[in-house]
């Protein structure tokens, strides 16, 4: 019997190419004057440009953008806000500068407005992460999502291909995950579903022919519906294993999503039929987690986990660590299955589908 509670955050999109030279008509739209640029080290000029269109509606650029959020780097931020009474927040960046934003908005209450530049998907969800200590808390509040997004294509365009291929694999695992979520209902299955197929079909386009436009505009509609799905619905085994090797181990972020997405999707395809299906035909083969570790090194991800500088002991404190407070998933999680997994993901085994 189908049963499920839907709700959804009031976000507002502008999508294509240009889009970002339409920041001044939001900023009206939304009653707010005093912008703060938040821009990552690679956007600076771009910042400088967007500020010269805004003339005195934007009051500053800030530019201390920190993978992670440590909290030094939020306060600085929340401190530049108050010092040039700013009263909107800009983000120009990956998931770091939409996260610094949200830093500011869970302290400070005013709009953000977020730029995106890689295919993360933070600026559709109200998750925000804070660094402090060396350890990495998240959250939710309503308050840290942006109120308006601008994805323009043509602001992936220079991505490198070894942040662009893993970058888009971190938006399919959050398409898959949705599929077989606890809290999982039709609408995001659609958007899910349909992420996967765009970013599939684009990912291996973009590596071939990284300056055509069309290529990068689908890769980001796919990372925008991975984002929305990211920010409405619980994410399971994967996205936990994730977790545990990067805060544990310091492994990249989108490489170890990219790695680990086929392993996770082996162990949990046979306990989630539906998302199997819609899977097989995003994916056209029913072999899923084979096709996914197929895509996952043609656009350039790691192809072990000891590429990514882990050990045959570490796998054993992962699966203990990724066991001992699980998040909810469609199979049963065993320390045993987990070391399994990381062990096949360790020595590059084909997964089975
Ligand atoms: P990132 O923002 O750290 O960017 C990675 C690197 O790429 C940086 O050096 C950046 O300057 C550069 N870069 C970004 N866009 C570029 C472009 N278009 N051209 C050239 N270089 C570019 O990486 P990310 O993967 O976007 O974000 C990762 C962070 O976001 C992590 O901290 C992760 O936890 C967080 N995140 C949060 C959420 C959420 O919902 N809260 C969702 C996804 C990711």
């Not at 893993?166 to 809290?183: D, F, K, W």
């Not at 350039?300 to 000891?306: E, I, N, Y």
Request: proline share 6%; aromatic share 4%; hydrophobic share 45%.
């Amino acid at each position: 019997m189908l049963e499920f509670v839907f709700s959804i955050s009031p976000m507002r999109v502008l999508f294509g190419a240009g889009s970002r030279h339409r920041l001044e008509e939001e900023l009206n739209s939304l009653g707010v004057g005093r912008a703060l640029l938040v821009a990552d080290p690679a956007h600076q000029r771009l910042a400088r440009e967007l500020a010269a269109q805004l003339g005195a509606r934007c009051v500053g650029i800030f530019d201390g953008v920190v993978q992670h959020v440590p909290i030094e780097v939020a306060e600085a931020g929340r401190a530049k806000v108050r010092e040039l009474q700013a009263d909107c927040c800009v983000t120009i960046g990956g998931g770091s500068a939409t996260g610094l934003g949200k830093a500011i908005a869970m302290e400070i209450a005013l709009p953000l407005v977020a730029v995106p530049t890689t295919y993360a998907g933070s600026e559709m969800t109200p998750i925000w992460g804070l660094t402090e200590g060396g350890l990495k808390r998240t959250g939710r509040d309503p308050r840290v999502q942006p109120r308006v997004t601008l994805y323009d294509p043509e602001l992936t365009v220079t991505l490198p291909p070894a942040v662009a291929g893993p970058s888009g694999m971190n938006a399919i695992a959050h398409c898959v995950e949705a599929l077989y979520a606890q809290n999982a209902n039709p609408i995001m299955s659609l958007l899910a579903e349909e992420g996967v197929r765009a970013l599939a079909e684009a990912l291996p386009q973009v590596m071939a022919a990284p300056d055509d436009l069309d290529n990068h505009g689908k890769a980001l509609y796919g990372a925008w519906l991975a984002g929305v799905v990211l920010g409405s619905v619980g994410m399971a085994l994967h996205h936990k294993l994730c977790h545990v090797l990067g805060g544990t181990f310091n492994t990249s972020h989108a490489d170890t999503h990219a790695l680990i997405l086929p392993y996770a999707s082996a162990y949990n395809m046979e306990a989630a039929p539906d998302a199997k299906r819609r899977l097989t035909a995003a994916l056209g083969t029913s072999q899923v987690a084979p096709a996914l570790r197929e895509l996952s090194l043609s656009v350039g991800a790691p192809a072990t986990l000891k590429e990514l500088g882990l050990s045959t002991a570490d796998l054993k404190t992962a699966a203990e660590l990724a066991t001992r407070a699980p998040y909810y998933n469609p199979r049963e999680v065993t320390r045993d299955g987990v070391h399994q997994l990381l062990l096949d993901a360790y020595h590059g085994e084909m997964p089975e589908a």
